[in-house]
């Protein structure tokens, strides 16, 4: 199997000079390919990628007209016949036109040598729902084709072609290889993960009425998405809990639209409810203001008022409808967010009156102190915070009774990983390799679709793409290379952590070659490639 265990081998064999109307060629699926790329010297015409079952991996195939600009520009692939005329499931092969967006800025707080380009200049990030696009003379453009392998692939060597088509004209053929390498990924994913997300904002993009049948309908498509790129935790906000005071005094808890939710969400596939958070800052807001709960209301059914709901009676009953929904054990509470060291005392005391109201229910937050002691179990650490502290958080972790997980949001930035617009792809993938790497057990991040009104990156608090990864589409959520560099990020941690269970000393040694620290990692995506191939061969191998 000598190139079985490769992720990506582009063909060796120098290209000959390319004829016709077009310049065609390929080359990873971390590479920000921009309208001005021109093709390389030694540039690659054919694909191969290595795959794990239950795995998905990508290449790029780049157009450029040469004088004239060609309408009606398709890509096709075919269908995969393997040996003996094994042929991959439809539709395992997808290959989508790669969108850009105008940036007019760059992400506030990162020099030049950590951006994959200098704005204002359109970049390389949605995947476009065209199936054809119009290519202008002298300008590049890049079509992202993903391969799915299902875990009931039988291994071995497939091969097919992707066709470049301008209406009826054939323009190139790109030879397509996959060999699914005999390694199983895990149906479940090996590192916790949420990203928030606004439901309003999809009723709003896709002009329909929340909470109706339509709405529905979107949000589970958007869930099934979420699923498909490892996330399994899903932010359910305490509004979807309607509540009424009768005329003596007690509560009735409408819990109808969260259990639908719950449900939806499950039945996609993830697999942790994410309660939102009880508590806020004061007013007039200030980042070191301390914390206090946030009103609840129930409407009075004698008068239509408004009136407050205790803190504690609240999450009393949303406990006992956990418990009596059998949900308690896959739920997470939020007290209040990003307590830091000025403020931590007020968020420890609430944090208190939620465990003493629904002692059953862990306390997960994003954080940015030292300390907080037995009043938290799930701790998220901004990136940066984690490398100052980490030797104290580790320590904590190695007690026990707490789960130590990552975040980023528009920072860090500069050196360390995230996933903006203007950084290279890489950065995005080697997100879940840092979890891996420190030993972390989750990551969060609160923008999947926070999107302004005009989807517009610029509009973002100091760094294009920190709101949102993926774009609001025809039937359901569009992706980004982004979105899909993170896919397969997620997918790295379940490879590497198959290959620690079987060899801890190689896959550490392996992953500390990528990601040596925080800031400190491979610019170069063959680093990675080379350490998958390591991981790969090493699991296709009988165990000893």
């Known amino acids: 199997m000598s190139t079985?265990?490769?992720?990506?081998?582009?063909?060796?064999?120098?290209?000959?000079?390319?004829?016709?109307?077009?310049?065609?060629?390929t080359t990873h699926g971390l590479e920000n390919?921009?309208?001005?790329?021109?093709?390389?010297?030694?540039?690659?015409?054919?694909?191969?990628?290595?795959?794990?079952?239950?795995?998905?991996?990508?290449?790029?195939?780049?157009?450029?007209?040469?004088?004239?600009?060609l309408d009606s520009v398709r890509v096709e692939p075919s269908l995969m016949v393997g040996t003996r005329g094994r042929r991959l499931a439809a539709g395992a092969v997808r290959a989508n036109w790669i969108g850009y967006v105008w940036l007019s800025r760059n992400s506030d707080h990162t020099p030049d040598s950590e951006l994959v380009r200098r704005a204002p200049d359109d970049f390389p990030d949605p995947l476009l729902d065209d199936e054809s696009?119009?290519?202008?003379?002298?300008?590049?453009?890049?079509?992202?084709?993903?391969?799915?392998?299902?875990?009931?692939?039988?291994?071995?060597?497939?091969?097919?072609?992707?066709?470049?088509r301008a209406g009826a004209e054939l323009l190139r053929t790109v030879g397509l290889t996959v060999d699914v390498v005999p390694v199983t990924l895990p149906d479940l994913p090996s590192l916790r993960?949420?990203?928030?997300?606004?439901?309003?904002?999809?009723?709003?993009?896709?002009?329909?009425?929340?909470?109706?049948?339509?709405h529905w309908r979107l949000l589970r498509a958007y869930a099934e998405d979420m699923h498909t790129h490892g996330q399994t935790m899903f932010q359910t906000d305490l509004e979807l809990i309607r509540v009424s005071r009768e005329s003596d005094g007690s509560y009735t808890f409408d819990y109808s639209r969260f259990d639908r939710w719950v449900e939806l969400f499950f039945a996609a596939g993830l697999s942790d409810i994410e309660l939102m958070h009880v508590g806020r800052r004061t007013e007039p807001w200030a980042w070191t203001n301390p914390f206090e709960p946030i009103p609840r209301r129930a409407t009075a059914t004698a008068s239509g008022d408004t009136v407050d709901i205790p803190l504690e009676d609240y999450l009393k009953d949303l406990q006992r409808h956990l418990v009596e929904r059998g949900w308690v054990d896959k739920a997470v509470i939020h007290v209040a967010d990003e307590p830091i060291v000025e403020n931590v005392e007020s968020w420890r005391a609430l944090s208190r009156r939620v465990h003493a109201a629904a002692?059953?229910?862990?306390?997960?937050?994003?954080?940015?102190?030292?300390?907080?002691?037995?009043?938290?179990?799930?701790?998220?650490?901004?990136?940066?915070?984690?490398?100052?502290?980490?030797?104290?958080?580790?320590?904590?972790?190695?007690?026990?009774?707490?789960?130590?997980?990552?975040?980023?949001?528009?920072?860090?930035?500069?050196?360390?990983?995230?996933?903006?617009?203007?950084?290279?792809l890489l950065k995005t993938r080697l997100l879940p390799w840092i979890a891996l790497r420190y030993e972390l057990s989750g990551w969060l991040h609160w923008g999947?679709?926070?999107?302004?009104?005009?989807?517009?990156?610029?509009?973002?608090?100091?760094?294009?793409?920190?709101?949102?990864?993926?774009?609001?589409?025809?039937?359901?959520?569009?992706?980004?290379?982004?979105?899909?560099?993170?896919?397969?990020?997620?997918?790295?941690?379940?490879?590497?952590t198959l290959w620690r269970r079987r060899n801890p000393a190689a896959a550490l040694a392996a992953l500390r070659d990528v990601v040596p620290s925080f800031t400190t990692y491979s610019r170069?995506?063959?680093?990675?490639r080379a350490a998958r191939e390591r991981a790969?061969?090493?699991?296709?191998?009988?165990?000893?």
């Open 4 to 25: 079985a265990a490769v992720l990506v081998l582009l063909a060796a064999v120098p290209a000959a000079p390319a004829q016709g109307v077009v310049d065609v060629w």
């Open 33 to 69: 390919v921009f309208h001005d790329a021109t093709q390389p010297r030694r540039a690659s015409t054919a694909i191969r990628l290595a795959v794990a079952r239950g795995e998905t991996e990508s290449a790029q195939i780049v157009l450029r007209a040469k004088e004239t600009c």
């Open 359 to 424: 002692p059953r229910l862990k306390r997960i937050e994003a954080i940015q102190a030292p300390d907080f002691g037995r009043d938290l179990e799930i701790w998220v650490v901004e990136e940066s915070y984690l490398e100052r502290w980490y030797d104290m958080y580790r320590a904590r972790q190695q007690v026990g009774g707490m789960e130590l997980w990552l975040y980023t949001s528009w920072l860090p930035q500069g050196a360390y990983l995230n996933r903006l617009i203007d950084y290279p």
């Open 524 to 528: 170069d995506p063959a680093i990675l």
């Open 133 to 164: 696009v119009t290519l202008c003379a002298g300008s590049s453009q890049p079509a992202l084709v993903r391969v799915a392998i299902p875990r009931e692939t039988e291994p071995g060597v497939y091969h097919g072609t992707v066709s470049l």
């Open 536 to 544: 790969l061969l090493a699991l296709s191998r009988p165990s000893p």
């Open 193 to 214: 993960v949420t990203h928030w997300f606004s439901s309003r904002a999809i009723a709003l993009q896709h002009h329909i009425e929340e909470w109706g049948d339509e």
């Open 448 to 496: 999947l679709n926070q999107w302004p009104s005009d989807v517009d990156p610029n509009k973002g608090l100091f760094a294009p793409g920190d709101d949102f990864i993926v774009y609001p589409g025809r039937d359901g959520p569009r992706s980004s290379l982004r979105w899909e560099a993170f896919r397969d990020g997620i997918e790295d941690h379940a490879l590497f």
